[in-house]
């Protein structure tokens, strides 16, 4: 991996969207803001083991039993799935695509874990298929979080026009959620990252890309951007903190906003609740790339955090081979 000193934009992006989702895994899907202050006094809050005990008496689905602390969720595996994808093969190619993430996810893939709704219905679509009869949406009808996943290698990998990657983005996200709204999510994110890459500053960058998503989201995101100081739990209440982009798009935007580097991001979007992790890969792959953007000294992911992240060498491998400046 090319430090040159510090990361690049483009790789912090990518690693700053892995990690984050690594780190949120513990308390994935605990509804419960009082419970996580309590765990975090005694625990703290990132890369903690899956631990049914803190779920219990509280609301929360644990689904993360066979996982242990440094582990993805099924966000961060997509994401680096599609990271392997490119890296392999030099860019993008659907079909390749649709049989390698077949293969991960399916029956007798790599992948040990939780399946949700968007990719549970993509491999029902897919698997009784051959490769060459798969069709150029195979996505399920749903604005679920797994829409997002590809978003951060998408964009870090792209080369040409804002314009280009939207296109590009579209096709990749319909692969999984051929949803309007999932669409627009990944669309609004994909354009604050790569205005981002590409020098803008991070309220500037929130702010420009509000249009871009339409009239359901757009003024969800004008509310949260409205708003003075960090105060996430606060935003979880007001918007929800479930799977569905409409609930978590603000509360990213809200905290990588507002939130002083990676680190208190990561953190402060734990402490909402909820689907953490969904909010975590464009959230993490946002605040990376901005610190790194913007000069800050040292690495803006905490080196503590990337060492237990148990994917390290693999995006370290794959970052080296797309040569990514």
Same mark, same amino acid.
């Given at each position: 991996? !090319?430090?040159?000193?510090?990361?690049?934009?483009?790789?912090?992006?990518?690693?700053?969207?892995?990690?984050?989702?690594?780190?949120?895994?513990?308390?994935?899907?605990?509804?419960?803001?009082?419970?996580?202050?309590?765990?975090?006094?005694?625990?703290?809050?990132?890369?903690?083991?899956?631990?049914?005990? !803190?779920?219990? +008496?509280?609301?929360?689905?644990?689904?993360?039993?066979?996982?242990?602390?440094?582990? %993805?969720?099924?966000? &961060? $595996?997509?994401?680096?799935?599609?990271?392997?994808?490119?890296?392999?093969?030099?860019?993008?190619?659907?079909?390749?695509?649709?049989? $390698? =993430?077949?293969?991960?996810? +399916?029956?007798?893939? $790599? =992948?040990? +874990?939780?399946?949700?709704?968007?990719?549970?219905?993509?491999?029902?679509?897919?698997?009784?298929?051959?490769?060459?009869?798969?069709?150029?949406?195979?996505?399920?009808?749903?604005?679920?979080?797994?829409?997002?996943?590809t978003v951060p290698v998408i964009t870090a990998t792209h080369k040409g026009t804002q314009a280009e990657l939207l296109e590009k983005i579209d096709e990749?996200?319909?692969?999984? #959620?051929? #949803?309007?709204?999932?669409?627009?999510?990944?669309?609004?994110?994909?354009?604050?990252?790569?205005?981002?890459? !590409?020098?803008?500053? /991070?309220?500037?960058?929130?702010?420009?890309?509000?249009?871009?998503?339409?009239?359901?989201?757009?003024?969800?995101?004008?509310?949260?951007?409205?708003? #003075? %100081?960090?105060?996430?739990?606060? /935003?979880? $209440?007001?918007?929800?903190?479930?799977?569905?982009?409409?609930?978590?798009?603000?509360?990213?935007?809200?905290?990588a906003k507002h939130a002083s580097n990676y680190r208190d991001a990561i953190e402060a979007n734990i402490r909402a609740g909820g689907d953490s992790c969904?909010?975590?890969? /464009?959230? +993490?792959?946002?605040?990376?790339? #901005?610190?790194?953007?913007? &000069?800050?000294?040292?690495? %803006?992911?905490?080196?503590?955090?990337?060492?237990? =992240?148990?994917?390290?060498?693999?995006?370290?491998?794959?970052?080296?081979?797309?040569?990514l400046a």
């Open positions: 991996m !090319n430090y040159n000193n510090k990361l690049t934009p483009r790789i912090a992006a990518i690693l700053g969207a892995l990690v984050a989702d690594s780190a949120s895994l513990g308390l994935h899907w605990l509804y419960d803001p009082n419970r996580i202050a309590q765990i975090n006094k005694s625990k703290g809050l990132t890369f903690l083991s899956p631990d049914d005990d !803190n779920y219990t +008496g509280a609301k929360g689905f644990f689904a993360h039993g066979n996982k242990q602390a440094g582990d %993805s969720s099924g966000y &961060g $595996e997509t994401c680096l799935l599609i990271l392997k994808h490119i890296a392999r093969h030099g860019q993008f190619d659907r079909v390749q695509y649709q049989t $390698e =993430y077949r293969g991960h996810f +399916g029956p007798g893939g $790599e =992948y040990i +874990g939780y399946i949700d709704s968007p990719t549970r219905q993509t491999l029902l679509k897919l698997m009784p298929l051959a490769p060459d009869d798969f069709p150029q949406i195979s996505g399920a009808d749903d604005d679920q979080f797994a829409a997002l996943a990749v996200v319909r692969l999984t #959620n051929n #949803n309007d709204i999932a669409v627009s999510a990944a669309k609004y994110t994909a354009s604050v990252l790569f205005d981002i890459i !590409n020098g803008r500053n /991070m309220t500037q960058a929130l702010t420009d890309a509000i249009p871009q998503p339409g009239d359901k989201l757009s003024p969800l995101l004008e509310q949260a951007l409205q708003t #003075n %100081s960090l105060d996430s739990i606060t /935003m979880a $209440e007001q918007f929800g903190s479930a799977c569905h982009v409409l609930e978590g798009i603000p509360i990213v935007a809200h905290i969904g909010r975590a890969i /464009m959230l +993490g792959a946002i605040t990376a790339a #901005n610190a790194q953007q913007m &000069g800050e000294e040292g690495l %803006s992911i905490p080196l503590e955090w990337m060492a237990k =992240y148990r994917g390290l060498s693999v995006v370290a491998d794959a970052c080296a081979q797309l040569r």
